[in-house]
């Protein structure tokens, strides 16, 4: 099946840096890539809509300026943390739709723990 | 998206049939039901979807009613292994493709 892969696996960064997630699609095009993310014992919150060549579309109380989405080509998405804070600490999630159609299965990556000390 | 209704959590023998229940009350015609499930701590994975069609697969089989408005989730042979979060999502069929997750049901496979 379709693979997607997230780098890092895991993260542990200081309070006031900069963290930066990979997301790819290792055999497809991705037009469009979603980010995710999940506290422990919780479900998954979508973040945002991220779309190859064009501005990410965030869900509501998520802040533009603390995750920055850039989707620069069809297999690879990123999201960066900004001034990361110990509250940031979450599990990161994406995935990505392979085909046009909505009928398509979406592909999840195996997930980016980010810890903030 | 119309939102799903599930048991919080359900415990199955193995090698037994795990039947995971989803209401759907208010799905709309050019809405699908799919299934995905998490296990500890890895990215979730795919298991079925479908329309209004009962379905089948390696993985699992998916019963939807006909008023569509509940579908079920059958692991034939459950084994260990299918010890996980289940999701029921109810997903748009036109426009964003993304998939909205309610709580899930954790189903605990007992020995």
């Known amino acids: 099946g379709a693979v997607v892969s997230q780098h890092p696996s895991w993260v542990i960064c200081k309070s006031g840096t900069s963290v930066k997630i990979e997301c790819r699609s290792l055999?497809?095009?991705?037009?469009?890539m979603f980010w995710y993310r999940q506290f422990p014992k919780q479900s998954l919150m979508l973040m945002a809509t991220?779309?190859?060549?064009?501005?990410?579309?965030?869900e509501q109380g998520v802040e533009k300026d603390k995750f920055l989405i850039n989707h620069a080509s069809l297999t690879l998405s990123t999201l960066t943390v900004t001034s990361a804070h110990p509250e940031d600490s979450s599990f990161y999630i994406c995935?990505?739709?392979?085909?046009?159609?909505?009928?398509?299965?979406?592909?999840f990556g195996e997930g980016s723990r980010l810890t903030v000390l | 998206d119309a939102k799903t209704t599930q048991p919080p959590s359900m415990d199955c023998a193995e090698g037994r049939a795990a039947n995971l229940p989803c209401n759907h009350s208010?799905?709309?015609?050019?809405?699908?039901v799919y299934w995905y499930r998490q296990i500890h701590s890895q990215g979730p994975q795919y298991i079925i979807h479908?329309?209004?069609n009962n379905e089948t697969n390696e993985m699992a089989s998916l019963i939807i009613t006909e008023d569509r408005k509940s579908s079920t989730l059958i692991l034939p042979h459950a084994t260990l292994r299918d010890t996980a979060v289940y999701y029921c999502?109810?997903?748009?069929?036109?426009?964003?493709?993304?998939?909205?997750f309610g709580q899930g049901t954790r189903l605990t496979i007992n020995p």
């Open positions: 995935s990505a739709s392979r085909g046009t159609s909505s009928t398509g299965e979406l592909f």
């Open positions: 055999d497809f095009q991705a037009t469009t």
């Open positions: 991220s779309n190859e060549g064009s501005k990410a579309t965030y």
């Open positions: 208010t799905i709309s015609g050019n809405e699908y």
């Open positions: 479908g329309l209004k």
């Open positions: 999502i109810v997903r748009l069929i036109q426009g964003a493709q993304k998939l909205v």
